[in-house]
């Protein structure tokens, strides 16, 4: 029976190389323990990122033998076949230094699809009353537990091909806002989402909904906000 | 891709669909009934519904091929949008162009 993981991991920025490590095998062992290992044990130069490790944070995503995923939440036994790893960083980010990438092109898409929630009372409000069985209410809380990580984005072909698609992870909370009864910013957020790069970029290849760690379907919503904008626009309250 | 061509793309796509199954249709019963060229032309030659229906054809084929190579072009090659376009409209103008030809052949000739 094997006893050590042959590791590769990413080394450098952009234009870095993989390097190989052997990594001891353990029970119940995840990908982000062989990484950690390798840094305390073999190489503390080595940069990733992670805080919580156990899948609340969203940001120990990687590509683990060519598919993003949480590391903390993937366990060695299911991906390594051969007793092989390859371990780099997430696709379609800039890669500051090894397994860490620059997030801040993934959220700055959250912005410009106006992914943030537009008050439509202040805090002397009293509580809105959200009845939890409505249709829009549903659509609304079936991406509520998306916590940025980034896999999505990671997966997807068309942010790889078309740079300003603002991307799955983005355009799922867009659809989440459209359909809060309490927000008040969805002419903006239309607006913003039916232009260049935008949820008609998308092409339907269902990568974020295979990979995403907490089961959500992005392409769904995204094929929501096509109808919606669609409509939208027919209706004269949108243009491009 | 934004809203205005995704429904332009859609809504060609939907004039399409039933037009392709009618012309299928047209292949088969020319076919099956043994017909020549000269026996096609002589149905087709002034024909007003012909020319309507292919003509309605070729202007839809023309706006849903340009948008997809417009789309094409956008994700695989590093050039200015304004160039695409201008690929993408003359793309969709030679389309129409032998298109209309092809159907000013089996109509008017």
């Not at chain 1, 190489?43 to 992670?50: A, C, I």
């Not at chain 1, 998308?202 to 907490?214: A, D, I, K, R």
């Not at chain 2, 969709?92 to 109509?107: F, I, M, P, Q, T």
């Amino acid at each position: 029976m094997t006893t050590e993981l042959s590791v590769s991991l990413w080394r450098g920025a952009r234009n870095g190389r993989y390097e190989t490590y052997r990594v001891p095998l353990r029970s119940s062992q995840t990908v982000l323990d062989v990484v950690t290992f390798v840094q305390r044990h073999i190489d503390p130069t080595l940069s990733y990122r992670f805080a919580c490790r156990v899948g609340v944070c969203g940001s120990c995503a990687m590509t683990v033998n060519g598919k993003p995923r949480w590391t903390c939440r993937t366990h060695v036994a299911k991906v390594a076949g051969g007793g092989k790893l390859e371990i780099g960083p997430l696709e379609n980010l800039p890669v500051i230094k090894d397994l860490t990438t620059d997030m801040q092109p993934f959220f700055e898409k959250w912005q410009q699809a106006k992914g943030v929630f537009a008050p439509t009372q202040t805090r002397n409000d009293p509580i809105a009353q959200i009845k939890p069985d409505t249709p829009a209410r549903k659509a609304a809380d079936a991406a509520i537990e998306c916590i940025n990580c980034g896999v999505c984005y990671a997966a997807c072909d068309t942010v790889r091909w078309t740079g300003d698609y603002l991307g799955p992870a983005a355009l799922t909370r867009a659809w989440t806002l459209v359909n809060d009864e309490r927000d008040g910013g969805n002419g903006v957020r239309l607006q913003a989402i039916a232009g260049a790069g935008g949820c008609h970029t998308c092409h339907s290849h269902q990568s974020c909904q295979e990979l995403c760690p907490q089961a959500l379907n992005p392409t769904a919503a995204i094929a929501a906000l096509k109808r919606r904008t669609a409509a939208a626009y027919l209706k004269g309250e949108i243009a491009v | 891709m934004n809203v205005r061509l995704y429904l332009w793309q859609r809504a060609t796509a939907a004039v399409m669909a039933p037009l392709v199954m009618v012309h299928i249709a047209v292949i088969f019963y020319a076919t099956r009934h043994g017909m020549s060229a000269a026996d096609i032309l002589s149905r087709t030659r002034g024909s007003i519904a012909w020319a309507a229906f292919y003509g309605l054809f070729v202007f839809a084929v023309s706006i849903h091929a340009s948008i997809g190579v417009r789309n094409i072009l956008n994700e695989w090659i590093p050039v200015n949008e304004r160039r695409i376009d201008a690929c993408a409209v003359f793309f969709g103008l030679v389309l129409a162009a032998l298109g209309l030809r092809a159907v000013a052949a089996v109509v008017l000739s």
